[in-house]
T-cell receptor, first 111, second 111 residues
Framework: DAGVIQSPRHEVTEMGQEVTLRCKPI?????LFWYRQTMMRGLELLIY????????DSGMPEDRFSAKMPNASFSTLKIQPSEPRDSAVYFC?????????FGPGTRLTVL | SQQGEEDPQALSIQEGENATMNCSYK?????LQWYRQNSGRGLVHLIL?????REKHSGRLRVTLDTSKKSSSLLITASRAADTASYFC???????????FGKGTMLLVSP
């Protein structure tokens, strides 16, 4: 298996633009997690899905953030409109309920 | 907010020495996991220890768990330069499916 795949690996955008981050979990995994990592706040859980259903989105910082999982092999995290304080590395992870397997992350820079 | 707090924040040792990192947490847990993150990469799962276990080994890694003190330690024996990374503890609280990460310990192993 190729592991968790995320795209793009790097994204530079201007304030106010829409940003879409993509994730393909490991085949067969039924949990999918979106995290954000910054120096100041460390690794924060934004939202997670179980069997494609959002279970807990209490970590989503604002209404500007939304996430979907239309099927078992694909998820998106969208920020609209983006702001400079959204600059961070965003990780997707998947699991079968135990250890989590992380993707390489998307480094987002909002100018 | 972080559940786990790693100590020390940074550790610098020579190759061949042992490295010990500690983690404290606040609430009852189902299990505790340790992850490694190399610079610019995603997190990699190292080891999981359940709340009813006290010690676990995996290669050069030894993890202990003291639920009465709400603490865990990760020992890396005979360290190598390739062990240079950040190490995170993460807890799964009882009744939950999600990981709560600490801010990590940065380990530098010099040749």
């Amino acid at each position: 298996d190729a592991g968790v795949i995320q795209s793009p690996r790097h994204e530079v955008t201007e304030m106010g633009q829409e940003v879409t981050l993509r994730c393909k979990p490991i085949s067969g995994h039924d949990y999918l997690f979106w995290y954000r990592q910054t120096m100041m706040r460390g690794l924060e859980l934004l939202i997670y899905f179980n069997n494609n259903v959002p279970i807990d989105d209490s970590g989503m910082p604002e209404d500007r953030f939304s996430a979907k999982m239309p099927n078992a092999s694909f998820s998106t995290l969208k920020i609209q409109p983006s702001e400079p304080r959204d600059s961070a590395v965003y990780f997707c992870a998947s699991s079968l309920g135990g250890e989590q397997f992380f993707g390489p992350g998307t480094r987002l820079t909002v100018l | 907010s972080q559940q786990g707090e790693e100590d020390p924040q940074a550790l610098s040792i020579q190759e061949g020495e042992n490295a010990t990192m500690n983690c404290s947490y606040k609430t009852s847990i189902n299990n505790l996991q340790w992850y490694r993150q190399n610079s610019g990469r995603g997190l990699v799962h190292l080891i999981l220890i359940r709340s009813n276990e006290r010690e676990k080994h995996s290669g050069r890694l030894r993890v202990t768990l003291d639920t009465s003190k709400k603490s865990s330690s990760l020992l890396i024996t005979a360290s190598r330069a390739a062990d240079t990374a950040s190490y995170f503890c993460a807890t799964v609280s009882s009744g939950y499916s999600t990981l709560t990460f600490g801010k990590g310990t940065m380990l530098l192993v010099s040749p």
